[in-house]
């Protein structure tokens, strides 16, 4: 199975401030991988996926690069509904992963 | 407008069986591959397992925690996916989720029923 490691599990920045989170897979996986925000009480929204597209829909703050096993998320300027839970899925095959998550918070 | 609505959760002692249905709507449900995602209290998303479309052959996959207790299946005439879910343990605790790729990697989720394995 492909493990997914995600980084920081907490971050904490300033309005406005360019944030980024990592997430390493343990085996190639092209660029099948998608990133979510959750808000606590809802369910998952997705944000970017194949690594660097943007769901229709969502702000454009928000951007996805890498591939292989290293990708990373970029908000370019946080704002305060940016508060929420972000997390990196793999779907590289049937069997998908989903890494730990990342808690952002404004300072 | 793609809508899932998952039933079937409640509390089971250990050791014993639930069976959760997800019925979906808005879009052509046979088409779809969809899969469980479950979340414990306060923790992270888990894939739980996926199903393909019969048109793509139907193949199911399964987390290691899972497989072996855990059966995915689906109606198409009824719009329906199941997970039955046997030999439960305490840590199958959380809400489950179900959730469709059809408008992209997991762009679609219910809102969930939780499944609470307790004594």
């Known amino acids: 199975d492909i493990q997914m490691t995600q980084s920081p599990s907490t ?3 300033s309005v406005g401030d360019r944030v980024t989170i990592t997430c390493r897979a343990s085996h190639s996986i092209s ?3 998608a990133w979510y925000q959750q808000k606590p009480g ?3 929204k997705l944000l970017i996926y194949k690594a660097s597209s943007l769901q229709s829909g969502v702000p454009s703050r928000f951007s996805g690069s890498g591939s292989g096993t290293d990708f990373t998320l970029t908000i370019s300027s946080l704002q305060p509904d940016d508060v929420a839970t972000y997390y ?3 779907y590289n095959g049937y069997s998908r992963t989903f890494g730990q998550g990342t808690k952002v918070e404004i300072k | 407008e793609v809508q899932l609505v998952e039933s079937g959760g409640g509390l089971v002692k250990p050791g014993g069986s639930l069976r959760l249905s997800c019925v979906g709507s808005g879009f052509t449900f046979s088409k779809a591959w969809v899969s469980w995602v479950r979340q414990a209290s306060g923790q992270g998303l888990e ?3 996926l199903m393909q ?3 793509d052959g139907g193949t199911t996959d399964y987390a290691a925690p899972v497989k072996g207790r855990f059966t995915i299946s ?3 005439s009824k719009n329906t996916l199941f997970l039955q879910m046997n030999s439960l343990k305490i840590e199958d605790t959380g809400v489950y989720y179900c959730v469709t790729d059809i408008l992209g990697p997991a762009a679609s989720w219910g809102q969930g ?3 609470t394995v307790s004594s």
């Open chain 1, 31 to 33: 660029a099948w991988l």
């Open chain 1, 11 to 13: 971050l904490s920045a």
């Open chain 2, 47 to 49: 894939w739980v397992g």
């Open chain 1, 42 to 44: 809802k369910a998952p």
């Open chain 2, 74 to 76: 689906r109606d198409d």
């Open chain 1, 88 to 90: 990196c899925q793999q």
């Open chain 2, 113 to 115: 029923t939780l499944v």
């Open chain 2, 53 to 55: 479309s019969e048109g």
